[in-house]
């Protein structure tokens, strides 16, 4: 019979298992109990609707068996079993995005060996400690079982063999002992029994091991005296080694912060540890009892079609769905966690779970929890929640934006943006309340990142009296002021399509007679400027610039480029209209060239209208032109 041969990913991480020196070998247990319990979750959710599994939720279990003598330890389950197939599959590939994510995180830091035990390395971490594994499966629903078996790196049989009962059982044949292990630890009663405490005591179904006991040996009456010492014999008893109790049913009281730090780390694949943990406890109109959790980064996929939002669901100790993705609003999709509660019919389909009037209960409720953690976090512990904002932020804006803004009441409270000001990021409220309360404005400018927006001559005259802006540089930043429209009733105002509403009465008379001043040099700007410009107007906005380029008709150029992004070939380019600061003295120069110098001013206005390019973080049309005509006027 032939070997066959791992998948090469998964070789990779067999190999590092096999040639593992890391310390905490012991989290196979963990790992291989953890896919015991998964298998029996799957079975007994079938037993709920198919009378032909035949098992009560009480029958359910996993044992722990071992021989010293042959050096096994063994995990057996009455779980779903696996076929051929499945065994194949499932034991030659790595499928789960848990040891992906391992993979990768693994690829960025090859030394950093201690993730190991964070993580949901599954399966493949029982040859941190054995020789041989090997697993015998029989599938719920079929006649025949599976044995798979492998010695390491070389590859895997599958055979068919004798199995009487549906489920699985993983035998390991540990390791020698050597000088610095002791492998044969694993065999040892009080080590398992103190690694099953240790590790996976909230598993829901029981995990029992043949315990050595001993007791006081009983002497008939007749041979009893008081100075015979009492006789003790050993014995040995099936007990169940966890409590059984997940973490989420326990009253908040009795978890200490590891405990659910450590349940998350297992239960969702993460190294690192959540930035918060909610337990909620409710009874009512719908009684349940849930556990939140906020990571403190966002998975690698977590952008992408590929991540999976939702709860996990669990009714009566029975779960009945990974991901729930009714039990929690797109924007929150970050939150991870699990909900239990008796009050959903059990048999119900996963179909009608989308329109079950107690889920939506439920979810109002979540929904307000973990937004009033949210908050304060943001108030108590505003470290962890840049931390997540920086994360997760991403997500709530485009939930203030998405559904035509149905959410952006519930989430505008949420959002941070960096105030140029204060240099940090800062609420909404924080912008309001800091402004002078004649203020009618909330100004802010989007675009490729601070240092750039720092550049803006529009952001140098606000500088200049003092406002705040708030600068944006997320592809879906500009569209969240958009969608507010206006916050504690101050509008949003673009800093480079907006009228920034800054001069005084008197000023913008100046303006106005400027303007009239300059009608003439205006027209000659446009007309040098054919195809390039739709106007030209003069501003009292530019500070200490002389020309600025705006776009014509309230789209800015950021959304222009995110739009360019998006579909290439329906993007329109914005017509721009070029601002000029008629106190510069390179515009005065202009003014006069005009006049003594027509064609020279030509060459001047195209130098500015670059510049103007350059500040809107545009690119130049024609470089080489461009570089043509500096060096000509140099
Ligand atoms: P994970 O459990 O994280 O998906 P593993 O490498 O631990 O990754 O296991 C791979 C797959 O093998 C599981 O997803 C499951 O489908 C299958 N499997 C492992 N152990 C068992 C078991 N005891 N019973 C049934 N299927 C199992």
Redesign the pocket.
């Known amino acids: 019979m032939s070997k066959k041969q791992f998948k090469a990913e998964s070789k990779r991480l067999l190999d590092m298992m096999i040639n593992s020196i890391y310390t905490h070998q012991e989290i196979f247990l963990r790992?291989l109990i953890s896919?015991?319990s998964?298998?029996i979750d799957k079975l007994a959710y079938l037993a709920l609707t198919d009378q032909n599994v035949g098992l009560n939720r009480e029958d359910f279990a996993i044992d722990l068996r071992v021989d010293k003598k042959l050096g096994l330890l063994t995990v057996s389950?009455n779980?779903?079993?696996?076929s051929k197939e499945?065994m194949e599959q499932?034991?030659g590939t790595?499928?789960?995005s848990?040891?992906l994510q391992f993979k990768q995180e693994l690829d960025k830091d090859q030394s950093d060996v201690d993730i190991i035990g964070q993580f949901?390395v599954?399966?493949?971490s029982a040859f941190m400690v054995a020789d041989t594994v090997t697993v015998l499966?029989k599938k719920y629903g079929q006649e025949e079982a599976w044995m798979w078996q492998s010695s390491g790196a070389e590859g895997y049989t599958v055979t068919p063999c004798e199995k009487t009962t549906v489920g699985?059982e993983?035998i390991l044949k540990l390791k020698a002992d050597t000088e610095g292990e002791k492998y044969s630890r694993f065999l040892e009663q009080h080590q398992l029994q103190s690694l099953v405490k240790k590790y996976s005591d909230y598993i829901r179904y029981p995990i029992r091991m043949e315990l050595e006991k001993s007791r006081r040996k009983e002497v008939p009456e007749s041979e009893q005296s008081e100075d015979k010492a009492p006789e003790w014999e050993t014995y040995t008893e099936l007990s169940t080694l966890n409590s059984m109790v997940p973490v989420w049913l326990k009253a908040k009281k009795d978890v200490t912060e590891e405990e659910y730090d450590g349940f998350y780390k297992d239960k969702f694949f993460d190294y690192e540890k959540p930035l918060a943990h909610i337990p909620i406890s409710v009874e009512g109109a719908v009684t349940y009892k849930a556990l939140l959790y906020i990571p403190a980064k966002a998975p690698y996929d977590f952008y992408t079609k590929d991540f999976k939002k939702g709860l996990q669901l669990y009714s009566s100790g029975v779960m009945i769905m990974e991901h729930c993705e009714d039990l929690i609003p797109d924007y929150f999709r970050f939150v991870r966690g699990v909900v239990d509660t008796a009050d959903l019919s059990l048999n119900i389909s996963r179909e009608m779970l989308q329109h079950n009037r107690q889920l939506s209960i439920i979810s109002g409720n979540l929904e307000k929890k973990i937004k009033q953690e949210l908050l304060n976090m943001q108030k108590e512990h505003r470290e962890d929640y840049e931390k997540f904002f920086t994360a997760f932020g991403r997500q709530l804006k485009y939930g203030v934006v998405s559904d035509y803004g149905m959410h952006k009441e519930a989430l505008q409270d949420l959002l941070l943006f960096w105030s140029a000001k204060n240099q940090k990021l800062v609420t909404l409220k924080e912008y309001v309340e800091a402004m002078p309360e004649e203020k009618k404005h909330i100004y802010f400018a989007s675009g490729e990142s601070n240092a750039r927006l720092a550049q803006l001559p529009q952001y140098q005259r606000l500088q200049e009296k003092g406002f705040d802006v708030l600068f944006m540089t997320e592809d879906v930043d500009e569209f969240v002021p958009r969608t507010l429209v206006n916050y504690l009733e101050k509008d949003f105002r673009n800093l480079t399509t907006d009228d920034l509403d800054l001069s005084t009465e008197d000023e913008k008379k100046a303006a106005e007679a400027a303007a009239a001043d300059w009608k003439d040099d205006l027209e000659f700007l446009k007309t040098a400027l054919e195809g390039k410009i739709v106007r030209a107007e003069v501003s009292a906005d530019l500070g200490s610039h002389p020309v600025c380029l705006v776009p014509e008709g309230g789209m800015s150029f950021e959304m222009e480029k995110y739009f360019k992004r998006m579909n290439p070939d329906m993007a329109l380019p914005l017509e721009k209209v070029l601002r000029i600061n008629p106190e510069h003295p390179v515009v005065q120069k202009l003014k006069g060239m005009i006049t003594s110098d027509p064609e020279k001013a030509k060459q001047y206005a195209q130098v500015l209208y670059a510049q103007g390019l350059i500040l809107a973080d545009l690119p130049i049309e024609d470089a080489q032109a461009y570089t043509d005509l500096i060096c000509g006027l140099l």
């Not at 779980?79 to 696996?82: A, P, W």
């Open positions: 790992e896919n015991a998964d298998a389950d779980g779903i079993g696996m499945e499932n034991l790595i499928a789960k848990g040891s949901g599954g399966f493949y499966s699985t993983v």
